[in-house]
């Protein structure tokens, strides 16, 4: 019978059906480096029976682990942590495991190190899923012929940026794209691919927010056999893009370790594969985008400067769907055409309360946003026509809400509304009424956002975009 540290051991009695409800890798060992925590997923994860680890010491379980390799043996004698740390390994029936983890030594109150904790994720799945793209995307460049991008707009300022992208794509420099998530910043990066002298070549698209570091890095600059468990000789994106385009999205996810290697990367055009002992040379041009103001993160040290200046030799910047709300109508009758086929209802056009509905929505996921909510209203619609009302995010989770609970609270037109002109133009008048409706409203609601939106019959996000935008203050409303 195992003897367990009298604290560590009322630790787990605590905290033990939270960590088996958790459906992660976690693993805990004692001061003799045994295991006394050992759940069904790390189980599964190492091939190794739950009942035989308990109380067995680590390097029983993993015979051929050195003491110096393990995390939580140095956690355990040495108080190291690990934060997000990869490892690839065999497991014990030899099936390669990728593994991100952080690993911490427990204390007693007395500040002695009783044992090591672990908690991971396993991310086996992601390196096949990556391997899978990459084979699909080596199939699909074969045949490199691609159209231009559709890209549906009325407004003047979407035209001023699309003119610049012209520009920026038939000269062979980076570009970085910056805009909100939905924007459509990979439609722009394939317009550039498309009008550039690299056309006929790959594009290749890589989402640097969807990888662990080590992954970015053997996805970009690929691997050569040995240089790590399980590598293989593999061609990085770097290599498979030669002559073509590379769109890095999300780069502002990039580690600033990467960002230093993708850095050398422009200014030589060289780089070495994991594991590899010469110099690889590849003809990519690289576009980037990110979803972040780049001040913001040059100021938060989330970017290198450097990078930055050398990728914004071409700058794009798209707007917002708010900052151009004359697309919306031409958008919203793209989409309807384009997914008229996948309901069950014809739907054909769009009614004017619809269009109104979609125009006072401040659309904060943008273009993508505005797609799905559409696709959602046609689902929804009973009737052959027009489509007549929008459903947003906000009236899906009130669907079941009952309606009859605001019947007995006055309409906010109800209330006294100071429409004094003061000399102020026409718009400034609008925009002071609308305020005050909104305030009287929040009053009547005791400061709800949801409750007031429905006596103003708008949308909550709706509400919420105005609040800010006329600053009204969210405590005592007068």
Known sequence: MMTIDPELLQSLEIFKHFFDLIHQPMAIID????????????????GYPIEQAIGKPMLKVYPKMRKEDSTMLQALQHGKEY??????????????????????PLYNKNQKIIGAIEIGRNLSTVRQ?????????????????????????VSKTMQEVIDQTNILGANDVPVLIVGET??????????????????????????????????????LFGTVKGAFTGAENRQGYLELANGGTLFLDELNAMPLEMQSKLLRFLQEKTYWQLGGNKEMHSDVRIVAAMNEPPTELLKTGKMRSDLFFRLNVGLIKLPALRDRTEDIPVLARYFIDKHKNDVNVVISGISEHALQQLISAPWPGNVRMLENTIVRSMVLQNEPGELQNIVL????????????????????????????TDGNNLIEQ???YERQL??????????KIITAAKLLNISRTTLQYKVKKYHIQMGVIN
């Open 129 to 153: 899923l990556q391997d899978q793209v990459f084979k699909l995307n080596s199939k699909l460049y074969q045949n490199k012929e691609q159209p231009l991008p559709e890209i549906v707009f």
């Open 438 to 447: 909104i305030i009287n409203a929040l009053n009547q609601a005791n400061g």
């Open 31 to 46: 001061k003799e480096g045994k295991y006394v925590y050992y759940n069904q997923e790390s189980a599964e994860l190492d």
């Open 83 to 104: 934060q997000n740390n990869y490892q690839s390994y065999y497991n014990h029936v030899g099936k390669l495991v990728d593994y991100m983890h952080t690993t911490v």
């Open 182 to 219: 939905g924007t459509g910043k990979e439609l722009f990066a394939r317009l550039i691919h498309q009008i550039s002298q690299r056309r006929d070549k790959a594009f290749i698209s890589l989402n640097c927010s969807a990888l662990p570091t080590t992954l970015i890095e053997s996805t």
């Open 393 to 420: 995010d906000e009236d899906l989770f009130d669907l079941n809400s009952s309606s009859s609970q605001n019947d007995d609270i006055n309409k906010p037109e109800n209330l006294p509304i100071n429409t004094s």
């Open 430 to 432: 609008v925009e002071n």
